[in-house]
T-cell receptor, first 112, second 110 residues
Framework: EAQVTQNPRYLITVTGKKLTVTCSQN?????MSWYRQDPGLGLRQIYY???????DKGDVPEGYKVSRKEKRNFPLILESPSPNQTSLYFC???????????FGPGTRLLVL | GENVEQHPSTLSVQEGDSAVIKCTYS??????FPWYKQELGKRPQLIID?????GEKKDQRIAVTLNKTAKHFSLHITETQPEDSAVYFC?????????FGTGTKLQVIP
């Protein structure tokens, strides 16, 4: 089944404890993105990647890192999480030349 | 950078009526405008999209119009049904740089 998966789906952590949210897609998509969703603010793009080893900042990249070492994976890294990073995070992928994005199920993060 | 404004933030309609959601964007370089539907607790799902070289697109009860000169685009849902109740997001993008609107919560009253 063609899909985008994220792990974990729910995470409670404490300020400063490094964490990684994984994202994987099995559709051979070149493009992948990370978004955060907050009430009243919609979805905001954190980082995107147009291919392996090619990443670029979205609108809200501060406090986040990403890497794209393999085509199928695009992990989101929070080196020192803070409470203002409490949010719902979505990963998405799309095929080059086709802008339609397929979203993962989301990861709900709470930083205490 | 791009700025997308979406109105209204909430919309209630009677079943069978039409619903219209409007978005404006600021960057004339944006060339792709998708609309997503997000049901409670679910991921956003694309319902319709339009590219900058097209003025209107329709898919059954859903249509999108784009006015490039005025930099605004709209979602039209006709003959609304209770299952249309959800949050709808517009977006404007250039390549993979995507900016979303803040969402419209649509309630269809049976």
């Amino acid at each position: 089944e063609a899909q985008v998966t994220q792990n974990p789906r729910y995470l409670i952590t404490v300020t400063g404890k490094k964490l990684t949210v994984t994202c994987s897609q099995n559709m051979n998509h070149e493009y992948m993105s990370w978004y955060r969703q907050d009430p009243g603010l919609g979805l905001r793009q954190i980082y995107y990647s147009m291919n392996v080893e090619v990443t670029d900042k979205g609108d809200v990249p501060e406090g986040y890192k990403v890497s794209r070492k393999e085509k199928r994976n695009f992990p989101l890294i929070l080196e020192s999480p803070s409470p203002n990073q409490t949010s719902l995070y979505f990963c998405a992928s799309s095929l080059r030349g086709k802008e339609t994005q397929y979203f993962g199920p989301g990861t709900r993060l709470l930083v205490l | 950078g791009e700025n997308v404004e979406q109105h209204p933030s909430t919309l209630s309609v009677q079943e069978g009526d039409s619903a219209v959601i409007k978005c404006t964007y600021s960057d004339s370089a944006s060339n792709y405008f998708p609309w997503y539907k997000q049901e409670l607790g679910k991921r956003p799902q694309l319902i319709i999209d339009i590219r900058s070289n097209v003025g209107e697109k329709k898919d059954q009860r859903i249509a999108v119009t784009l006015n490039k000169t005025a930099k605004h685009f709209s979602l039209h849902i006709t003959e609304t049904q209770p299952e249309d109740s959800a949050v709808y997001f517009c977006a404007a993008s250039q390549w993979q740089k995507v900016t979303f609107g803040t969402g419209t919560k649509l309630q269809v009253i049976p």
